[in-house]
């Protein structure tokens, strides 16, 4: 049974840096993304960006291009989301997925993490 777990959300000052990091217990298909997605108040779920095991290869939405990084720590089965320059509409509660059969369709996932809350304040 695969099961996620994210830590390292918090309140940080715009323009600051967090990591989250996204804990994987039991075995999912390196041919399946991997991704990181967020929901603000009121807001439906965002893709933030994705990573294909098998590969490595990231993907990011426009709105974090160049700001946030996905990683994997295989060793230690963890999937890190480094993230810069937070605006504050980066505040939401991000989830890490796995199983995903298209990187931005959080539709196509088949396992989820509880989330973490990032709040980002001025």
């Known amino acids: 049974q695969v099961q996620l777990v994210e830590s390292g959300g918090g309140s940080v000052q715009a323009g600051g840096s967090l990591t989250l990091s996204c804990v994987v217990s039991?075995?999912?298909?390196?041919?399946?993304?991997m991704g990181w997605f967020r929901q603000g108040p009121g807001e439906g779920r965002e893709w933030v960006g994705g990573?294909?095991?098998?590969?490595?290869?990231?993907l990011y939405a426009a709105s974090v291009e160049g700001r946030f990084t996905i990683s994997r720590d295989n060793a230690n089965n963890l999937m890190l989301l480094q993230m810069t320059s937070l605006k504050l509409e980066d505040t939401a509660l991000y989830y890490c997925a796995a199983g995903g059969l298209v990187v931005a369709d959080w539709r196509t996932y088949d396992y989820w993490g509880q989330g973490t809350q990032v709040t980002v304040s001025s």
């Open positions: 990573i294909l095991p098998l590969s490595g290869s990231t």
């Open positions: 039991g075995s999912t298909s390196p041919t399946r993304f």
